[in-house]
C-alpha cells in the first residue's frame, strides 16, 4: 500500500485486520508527510479559477491511515521529516516523510536524526536552510502481528519516479521478503532495533482531519455506500476486453451467503469478526483452487468458468458468446450469397455455350 490518500469503510479496516492477524496475510505500507499547518500555509489564490486553492490532505491521508492501522498498533505522526540515512552502507535519501508513534512490542524500530519541516510548510523540492535542529524520528519498523507481518514506512518518494532522489527498491526487495516469505534480513532484524516495549501516545496527539475541507467532495469513501459486501461486483481492469465478465453481476465468494441485487447490499453481515480457522470448508476449497492456478495458470480461466453458479451460467454464456455467434452467422451468409452467385455464373455459362452449337 503506496501513497494512500482516501479514507477507508469500517468493514474494509476489519477485513484487513482479520487477513492479517488470522489468515497470515503480509501488509507493507509506504506512507508520506501529513501536517495541518503546513497545508493551510499552502493555500493560494488561483488567478484562472479566481478562487483560493488549498490542498485537501497531505502526501498520503494520514488520519484514516492510522484508522485503517490502528486494530495493528501501528500509526503514523504529524512530521515533515528530510535528510540522508544509511543502513549497512544503503545509502537512501528521506524526501518528505513522516514519522511512526505507535508501534507494537517486540516489533524492529529503526529511527535516525532528520530534519523536521513541520513548522516551516516545506515538503519537497524546497531548499532547506541550515542549522535547522535535526531530530531522531523512528521511519521504519517491521513486526509480526498474530499469523500475519507488518512493515510499514514513513516515505514514498523513493519509489515515484517523479519525485525520486534516490530508489529505495533494496529495502523494498526486503520488506517483502519479510512480508511474503517471513525472511527476516539480519540488519533490519538486528537486536538493537527490538523494541522490548511498545511505543505508544495518546490518541489526542495523533494528526487529525482539516475541518474546513469538504473532503466528500474528492473522496470515493466519504459520503458514498459501501457497494462491496459478502457477494461483492466482480469487474476486470487492465484486461483489454479479454475475459470479460458480465458487468453489473455479483460474483459469488466462498463461504458468505448471496445476496441479491434487489436486495440492500450494505446489509450489515453477523459475525464479521470471526476468526480465519473458523471459515467454512467451502472456503479451504477455494483455497486450494487457488493454489493449483498457480500451477496451472492457463487453465484457471476455464475453471473458474464452470466455477459459477448455474443460474449465472446461461447469463455468462450469453455474454461471452453473443459477439462469436453474430460473427460466425455473418460469415454463413456470406458464404452462402457466394455460392449462390457461382451457380448463377455457371448456369448463365451453360445457356450462352448451348445457344453457341445451335448456331453452329
Not at 508527510?33 to 490542498?55: A, G, L
Not at 511498545?198 to 496527539?205: A, G, I, M, N
Not at 459520503?223 to 483489454?240: A, H
Request: hydrophobic share 40%; net charge positive; proline share 3%.
Amino acid at each position: 500500500m503506496v501513497d494512500l490518500e482516501d479514507e477507508y469503510f469500517r468493514e474494509e479496516i476489519e477485513k484487513l485486520r482479520e487477513d492479517v492477524v488470522y489468515g497470515g496475510l503480509g501488509l507493507a505500507v509506504f506512507a508520506e508527510w501529513y501536517n495541518v499547518d503546513s497545508m493551510v500555509k499552502m493555500r493560494f489564490f488561483d488567478d484562472n479559477t479566481r478562487s483560493w486553492w488549498t490542498p485537501v490532505t497531505g502526501g498520503a491521508n494520514i488520519p484514516a491511515l492510522n484508522e485503517l492501522l490502528a486494530p495493528l498498533g501501528v500509526a503514523f505522526g504529524d512530521k515533515i521529516l528530510s535528510g540522508d540515512f544509511s543502513i549497512n552502507g544503503e545509502q537512501s535519501h528521506y524526501a518528505s516523510g513522516t514519522n511512526i508513534v505507535k508501534f507494537p512490542k517486540g516489533g524492529y524500530l529503526h529511527s535516525f536524526e532528520f530534519q523536521d519541516n513541520s513548522g516551516s510548510g516545506a515538503t519537497q523540492n524546497v531548499i532547506q536552510t541550515y542549522g535547522m535542529t535535526k531530530i531522531e524520528s523512528s521511519i521504519l519498523g517491521l513486526a509480526e502481528v498474530g499469523g500475519g507481518r507488518v512493515a510499514v514506512y514513513g516515505d514514498s518518494n523513493c519509489l515515484d519516479s517523479s519525485h525520486m532522489v534516490t530508489n529505495c527498491y533494496w529495502l523494498l526487495r526486503k520488506i517483502l521478503d519479510f512480508t511474503n516469505n517471513n525472511i527476516k534480513d539480519p540488519v533490519l532484524f538486528s537486536d538493537s532495533a527490538k523494541t522490548n516495549f511498545p511505543l505508544h501516545v495518546d490518541d489526542s496527539r495523533l494528526p487529525y482531519r482539516r475541518t474546513d475541507v469538504n473532503f466528500s467532495a474528492y473522496s470515493a469513501i466519504v459520503g458514498k455506500e459501501l457497494i462491496c459486501q459478502p457477494d461483492s461486483r466482480f469487474e476486470v481492469w487492465g484486461t483489454k476486453g479479454y475475459g470479460i465478465q458480465l458487468m453489473g453481476r455479483n460474483r459469488k465468494l466462498p463461504g458468505y451467503p448471496t445476496i441479491g441485487l434487489g436486495n440492500d447490499v450494505n446489509l450489515t453481515v453477523k459475525g464479521s469478526s470471526r476468526r480465519f480457522k473458523e471459515l467454512p470448508k467451502q472456503t479451504e476449497g477455494y483455497f486450494s483452487r487457488a493454489i493449483g492456478g498457480k500451477k496451472f495458470g492457463k487453465n484457471m480461466r476455464f475453471l473458474d468458468f464452470l466455477d459459477h453458479d448455474a443460474d449465472d451460467m446461461s447469463m455468462l454464456v450469453a455474454s461471452q458468446w453473443i459477439l462469436p455467434a453474430f460473427a460466425a452467422v455473418i460469415c454463413l451468409l456470406l458464404l452462402l450469397t457466394w455460392r449462390m452467385r457461382q451457380k448463377r455464373r455457371r448456369r448463365r455459362k451453360g445457356s450462352l455455350s448451348g445457344r453457341v452449337v445451335n448456331l453452329v
